[in-house]
């Protein structure tokens, strides 16, 4: 008798719910069996809908047109509270093209750090289901709550038409509750490793190595142990981590307390040959039968290289992002007299473990790769055009995930083993010697082929490691970790590459790629950029520094935005939230302060290797806008001497890039005007000739300035 009067008064809500319009309420109650329960979903407030087109299809349901690039709805409040249970957001969708990555907005206040990210949502162009769990975020943001609102962002392409319905939220299914728990289990995993990588960073060890150098057959350590009695040389290999390894081979007793041994390079093991160019070297005590640890670990500080290749300095501050032969227009490199491209290489695309008829066969270490000739002699083209016209080129070396890899079993070799969907691009995986094995023979192939002295395809004069790695969920994806764990996995994809190229060209540089976050990072599940940075630092002075440099994207605060003078979270201040062309000072002064220098001595590079300002439209006044941002970026870059380079990115607008068009022409496919020459583009032609004083004048009225002066910042950064 109670549970059928539960059920009529639960009956009563449902149909009270319908006459208000579909009003959001609550599940049904919680003890009756499935078949006598229904859902009551929640409704979208209609009238907030912004770049869209929405009709009611019935209760519930939605059909939704996207008519700009930033499309967002709000849902109506809630009219209840959620039960702790309930935390996976659902609904059912259809749509012919992909949709997203979506956004959940838990308001208010509706900004970006009370908000959660989808990856892509596919288009299956039937019924399909959307679900994603926000348990961490309900708990978070206090969310929940009779009143509580939330937004939902639908990606950011116009033109996307898509049918939503039975909107709620609902309790995990089974496998969503096992992968909570595991989920679970390694974040715990995860807080205790960042916990040793902090420990052993900050530790003060009595005993030293003081160098490793890497001839062409052997490797030199030296170091100091006051009491060398039952210590020990260990080897650690990039597939080991040094912070939590409790067993370790010896490779040489010491003996002395100034010591120095040599040892083979290269050696075998696990079934593959190894460049011991990878490995770093510690000093271990043994005590019956544990060991631990006695000194940092250090890698490689000087590598033999075997192509004696003289150090290449940009010979201007003008660069090109994307650059490739494929694209057409390469006149713009002697018209707008560029001295710097940046060249995208996602080697997982011509890579394979078996050979074909069209391959390239390259033998690392014992064991031989293949190489989609086609596709490597269309780079060849690229980095020859630039080298005849003496222009630096910097790769950007990005890894797909397994399902996007060409062979599949190269993907599932490098894909990192936490990677998750939402990632355009994997985190290599360094986690056992095959991967690294394989890993490093792409590095390997790449720096032998464009370190050459007799210059046959070309040169690459520095490499970009990843892209946005302070954005890694998106761009550099290893699931969501700590900051100092992904660093870790950076730092050792870093070296790598560093001593693979190095033992090529003893002047090869990498760069670390970040957004234009600096102390706030861009979303709320990223990272800080000048966090990373110095413990990047941290981490290169307890194990040996090496020449690593920057790659910036210091984009306008909002990068559909041009007028970058406006953004109000780019300070001339060392705890600014973030580096866009407004406070590039900032950047400049943290280069040049003495701590940051390479070794104490140099100063390290810094390219902007990702930057453009955005035309909404092809409109007059918005081109002209996109065109006065390039002007106030150029006069502040051309008096910051500790910033070498800027690649303006992207070159040519690109239908890929989210809506924005930040090229210098436009899509290659415009019916009008196709790969047309933008106002932007004779700034960028006019930028450090004698014409600037004729082209850039015009732009002062656009920024609202009288005098160039008025937008460099002459005080002291604090």
């Not at 900004?111 to 679900?131: A, C």
């Not at 070799?413 to 998750?420: F, Q």
């Not at 007059?620 to 006069?635: F, I």
Request: glycine letters at 8%.
């Amino acid at each position: 008798m109670e549970k059928l009067l539960k059920y009529r008064v639960y009956l009563f809500l449902t149909i009270l719910c319908s006459l208000l319009g579909g009003a959001s309420c609550n599940e049904g109650p919680s003890d009756l069996v499935p078949s006598e329960m229904t859902y009551n979903y929640l409704s979208l407030n209609t009238s907030s809908g912004n770049d869209l087109i929405i009709d009611t299809k019935g209760r519930s349901q939605y059909k939704i047109t996207t008519t700009g690039n930033d499309p967002y709805i709000l849902l109506k409040e809630l009219t209840y509270g959620l039960d702790d249970e309930s935390v996976v957001f659902t609904f059912e969708y259809k749509s012919g093209s992909d949709i997203g990555p979506l956004q959940l907005f838990f308001g208010e206040p509706i900004t970006e750090e009370r908000s959660v990210k989808s990856d892509i949502v596919p288009g299956p162009g039937s019924w399909e289901t959307f679900s994603i769990d926000v348990k961490n975020y309900l708990d978070e943001f206090s969310w929940g709550q009779t009143g509580d609102l939330l937004r939902l962002d639908l990606g950011s392409e116009s033109g996307v038409e898509m049918e939503i319905k039975n909107i709620h939220f609902r309790k995990r299914n089974e496998e969503e509750k096992a992968r909570a728990e595991e989920k679970k289990a390694n974040r715990e995993n995860d807080l205790q490793l960042e916990k040793s990588i902090t420990d052993y960073i900050k530790t003060s060890f009595g005993a030293d190595i003081s160098s490793v150098n890497v001839s062409k057959h052997t490797i030199i350590i030296k170091g100091y142990c006051p009491d060398p009695k039952g210590i020990f040389l260990s080897e650690i290999r990039p597939s080991e981590d040094v912070s939590t390894k409790m067993e370790f081979d010896p490779m040489a007793e010491i003996l002395s307390p100034n010591f120095t041994i040599e040892v083979d390079r290269f050696s075998t093991g696990d079934n593959l040959g190894f460049d011991r160019v990878l490995s770093k070297w510690v000093l271990v005590q043994e005590n019956g039968g544990y060991s631990k640890i006695i000194s940092h670990a250090r890698y490689a500080d000087e590598i033999e290289a075997s192509e004696n290749i003289p150090v290449k300095k940009v010979t201007g501050k003008k660069g090109l992002g994307g650059f490739s032969v494929s694209r057409g227009f390469t006149s713009d490199l002697d018209d707008l007299g560029i001295s710097s491209v940046t060249v995208n290489i996602t080697f997982t695309q011509f890579m394979c473990l078996n050979g074909h008829p069209n391959a390239i066969e390259h033998e690392y270490a014992g064991k031989t790769y293949y190489f989609d000739r086609e596709k490597i002699e269309h780079f060849d083209k690229t980095m020859q055009v630039a080298y005849s016209k003496d222009i630096s080129v910097a790769a950007i070396i990005l890894v797909n995930s397994a399902s996007q890899s060409v062979d599949p079993e190269i993907g599932d070799l490098l894909e990192h083993p936490n990677y998750e969907a939402e990632g355009f691009f994997t985190m290599p995986n360094m986690t056992n010697p095959e991967s690294v094995h394989c890993y490093a023979a792409a590095l390997d192939f790449l720096a032998s082929r464009y370190s050459r002295t007799d210059h046959k395809y070309g040169r690459i004069h520095k490499w970009i490691m990843h892209n946005e790695v302070d954005a890694g969920l998106t761009w550099t994806n290893m699931g969501e970790k700590p900051m100092m764990v992904f660093l870790d996995a950076y730092m050792k994809s870093m070296r790598m590459c560093h001593n693979i190229v190095r033992s090529y060209n003893g002047n090869g540089e990498v760069l670390a790629s970040f957004t234009h976050s600096w102390t706030e990072p861009v979303e709320p599940r990223f990272y800080g950029s000048k966090k990373m940075i110095q413990s990047l630092l941290d981490y290169s002075r307890v194990e040996g520094d090496f020449n690593w440099g920057l790659a910036y994207h210091t984009y306008p605060q909002d990068l559909n935005e041009p007028k970058t003078w406006l953004d109000d979270k780019a300070l001339f201040s060392e705890n600014t939230p973030l580096i866009t062309f407004k406070n590039l000072e900032v950047l400049n002064d943290w280069v040049k302060k003495p701590e940051n220098l390479y070794n104490g001595e140099i100063k390290r590079t810094v390219w902007l290797s990702e930057n453009g300002t955005n035309s909404r439209t092809y409109s007059k006044k918005d081109l002209s806008e996109q065109a006065a941002g390039l002007a106030y970026a150029w006069k502040k870059l051309d008096k910051l001497d500790g910033i070498d380079a800027m690649q303006w990115h992207n070159w040519i607008d690109n239908r890929g890039e989210f809506g924005l068009k930040i090229g210098l022409r436009k899509f290659p496919d415009n019916e009008e005007d196709p790969g047309g020459r933008k106002p932007v583009w004779y700034v960028y032609e006019a930028a450090g000739t004698s014409s600037e004083d004729n082209v850039f004048p015009k732009y002062k009225t656009v920024i609202g300035i009288e005098e160039w002066s008025e937008i460099m910042f002459e005080g002291a950064i604090k």
